[in-house]
């Protein structure tokens, strides 16, 4: 449990620092000016419209410029309406009414949100925007909102501030897809809502992908130096400043490439450089902690796994045929039999790897569910690193160990005897990828453990795409380390990586499927189908919601189609100048309007 310990302590720094913070804050645009310091490389700032925005570094200042459609409590990390007096702010809707069936939701608007140029927020902006979605070949659509083309149907406006979303079926992720309408300045654009020949390829060419002018969030855009920082100001009509004005004078997202130099930066407490810090790697943020940094860290939404390839190597394929029905994709001659893949999850030492791969920087997943989401299981537990429960399995599953040790006090090489889907005699051999090195130290680590059960393994560090594209993609791998970023809230429905409509076998083309291991369950599929499909909308309520996730939680626990690593701790660092920062895990700037940095 050190690595519990350990965040735990993270937060007791982070928390007792807040009490300095009591002192007046000042006049509107007093607050002098926030420097986020980030690695994300302005220098290839992708297009700043949102719904064409596919990069961490645009999301980051995007969310600061625009309102949401649906808010998020930084507390809890569920959707929440607006309400006026709540942790949500900067958000449009004020609360919806699902139809009967689920198959439509009907959002009702606040009416006091404008865009920074004076023009009221209303229910056409949201049109714009999903009619921007739907022509998302014109517009050069980021992949991100990919979701809200295909499953939302039509989105109306009933008047200025109500807008009825209709889905192409009942879908208890509603309100996932539904927050994808960020909302888009339509008049900016030139668009009216009677416009019937609107040419929306001029959103691949507006100068907004530079830098927007229209905006409506905390601060306004004042321009873009590639390689050097995006310059924001505060933006004076922001409507839901908690002490009713923005405080910092403005932000400059600056480019720092390496993150040693930028906690040097922020330790050195220099006039106007960088005070804040997002996402340091876990030795960097133990350093600005010694240093005397306000540093808060909780397991954030990037997990890693091992991916395990189910299917026949041999003989990859699609999993489903042109009626959309599954396919029988044999059986990989090793990792088929689910004891092979439980024995190692059961030789996979967390606590070394999380403490030497990854610095002590990392939280223990138990399933497929990442720490901090509201969906997480209550009570299920981790698979126990256990060497001889490991060997219990293998032995179980007819893979005996020779009895000639590999290493001291270790296992022979294992062949099968009566193993499920291999030929007699064949070695328990596999192959196991990783893209970088603190994967390929993961990797290594599997390895000795493994050896000790008499497993033979080979690592090999490839580069991202040739991992991604030619063998994961291709399905013609045994294991696979690899990882995801989730977004918030967390999606309960996890087919995105284990339904067979996502078991695409590429063929080395670069096109693939995220279920790169052919997992497939009836059981799986059946409830997650029930559930997220919403038959009726009281079985998209969060308790529902809840009691489905936990299952799929256990089935997955225990049917092993990943070996579960952890979640990295995401870490947010304000200099010790920089006031009112009070972070949630995964919701660290939700306050950011009344920041300000100490003269």
């Not at 925005?53 to 459609?69: E, I, R």
């Not at 070695?427 to 599997?446: C, G, K, S, Y």
């Not at 063929?507 to 059946?526: H, Q, T, V």
């Not at 895990?585 to 100490?598: E, F, K």
């Amino acid at each position: 449990m050190k690595h519990v310990i350990r965040f735990a302590l993270v937060l007791v720094v982070a928390l007792s620092a807040l009490s300095i913070f009591a002192q007046e804050v000042p006049a509107a645009g007093e607050g002098g000016t926030i420097v986020w310091g980030n690695q994300r490389g302005s220098t290839n700032l992708g297009p700043m419209i949102n719904i064409r925005c596919s990069g961490v570094d645009c999301a980051d200042v995007n969310g600061l410029m625009y309102p949401s459609f649906i808010g998020l409590d930084p507390a809890t990390l569920a959707f929440a309406p607006y309400t006026g007096d709540s942790l949500v702010t900067g958000a449009l809707v004020t609360g919806w009414e699902p139809s009967e069936d689920g198959a439509s939701y009907t959002f009702t608007l606040r009416e006091d949100l404008t865009w920074n140029d004076g023009t009221p927020i209303t229910a056409q902006d949201i049109v714009f925007t999903f009619n921007a979605i739907q022509n998302g070949e014109a517009i050069g659509l980021s992949s991100s909102y990919a979701p809200a083309r295909s499953d939302i149907a039509s989105v109306e406006a009933t008047d200025d501030y109500t807008v009825v979303v209709t889905y192409s079926a009942a879908n208890c992720l509603a309100l996932n897809r539904a927050a994808l309408l960020v909302p888009l300045p339509g008049h900016a654009f030139g668009w009216t809502p009677d416009a019937t020949d609107f040419d929306w390829t001029t959103l691949a060419d507006s100068e907004a992908n530079n830098g927007p002018a229209v905006t409506s969030g905390v601060f306004n855009f004042e321009r873009l130096e590639r390689g050097t920082a995006v310059y924001l100001s505060a933006n004076s009509g922001y409507a839901d400043a908690s002490v009713g004005y923005v405080v910092p004078e403005g932000l400059v997202y600056l480019d720092v490439p390496d993150y040693n130099v930028m906690a040097e930066r922020l330790l050195a407490g220099q006039d106007g450089d960088v005070n804040f810090i997002f996402e340091p790697p876990g030795a960097v943020a133990q350093t600005l902690t010694d240093g005397g940094a306000n540093v808060f860290g909780a397991p954030g939404t990037i997990w890693h796994y091992v991916a395990i390839n189910t299917a026949d190597p041999a003989d990859p394929k699609n999993g489903f045929d042109e009626e959309d029905n599954p396919v029988d994709q044999g059986f990989h001659p090793i990792l088929g039999d689910k004891r092979v893949r439980q024995a190692i999850q059961a030789a996979t030492d967390i606590e070394a790897i999380i403490t030497g791969a990854q610095s002590g920087n990392a939280t223990a997943m138990v399933s497929s569910t990442i720490p901090s989401a509201f969906t997480i299981h209550p009570t299920l537990e981790r698979r126990a690193f256990d060497l001889d429960a490991a060997r219990a399995l293998l032995d179980e599953a007819g893979w005996p160990s020779t009895g000639d040790p590999l290493v001291e006090g270790g296992d022979g090489a294992r062949t099968c005897v009566d193993c499920m889907y291999a030929e007699a005699g064949t070695e328990l051999f596999l192959d196991i990828m990783a893209p970088d090195q603190p994967r390929a130290n993961v990797a290594t680590l599997m390895q000795a453990t493994l050896a000790q059960l008499g497993v033979a393994t080979e690592v090999r560090q490839l580069d991202f795409n040739t991992m991604y594209d030619n063998n994961m993609g291709a399905q013609t791998f045994d294991l696979a380390i690899a990882g995801w970023r989730g977004g918030v809230p967390f999606n309960a429905d996890q087919r995105g990586f284990f339904g067979f409509e996502q078991d695409i076998a590429n063929g080395g083309s670069g096109e693939y499927g995220f279920n790169f291991g052919s997992y497939y369950s009836e059981e799986f599929e059946s409830l997650s189908e029930y559930v997220f499909s919403g038959a009726v909308a009281e079985s998209c309520a969060d308790e529902a919601i809840k009691e489905t996730a936990y299952k799929i939680q256990e089935i997955l626990h225990d049917e092993q189609p990943y070996i579960w690593l952890y979640a990295l701790n995401s870490y947010y660092v304000a200099s010790p100048d920089l006031a009112n920062f009070n972070p949630y895990p995964a919701q660290g700037v939700w306050n950011i309007d009344s920041w300000y940095v100490r003269q």
